[in-house]
């Protein structure tokens, strides 16, 4: 079973940038699609964006689209997520998970393992 270790989180200024990691042990890391989804206290976790597992498709929600970008390393097992041009209501606890299941990559049902959390708070 595949274990999953985000970092890179922090307090950055509106307009900052910053780099997540996700970081997967224990299982095969290239045979899973993998997203990135935040969640803010009170609120479901929504999608951000997300990658296939070979790397050649990637999907973006709309308020991330030109801002946020993801790649990732099969050899070294990491997903990255690539935050430009912050804004506050970016903050929140950005997670990783790895799709297990068919169907969209937007939706969290379709993902089986998941990260511990790594909090981004953008000041204004």
């Known amino acids: 079973q595949v274990q999953l270790v985000e970092s890179g989180g922090g307090l950055v200024q509106a307009g900052g940038s910053l780099r997540l990691s996700c970081a997967a042990s224990?299982?095969?890391?290239?045979?899973?699609?993998m997203g990135w989804f935040r969640q803010v206290p009170g609120k479901e976790r929504e999608f951000v964006v997300a990658?296939?597992?070979?790397?050649?498709?990637?999907y973006y929600a709309d308020s991330v689209k030109g801002r946020f970008s993801i790649s990732r390393d099969n050899a070294k097992n990491t997903v990255y997520l690539q935050m430009n041009n912050l804004k506050p209501e970016d903050t929140a606890v950005y997670y990783c998970?790895?799709?297990?299941?068919?169907?969209?990559?937007?939706?969290?049902?379709?993902?089986?393992?998941w990260g511990q959390g790594t909090q981004v708070t953008v000041s204004s």
């Open positions: 998970a790895a799709k297990v299941s068919g169907g969209s990559y937007y939706y969290t049902l379709n993902y089986g393992h």
């Open positions: 224990g299982g095969t890391f290239s045979s899973y699609g």
């Open positions: 990658i296939t597992r070979s790397g050649g498709i990637t």
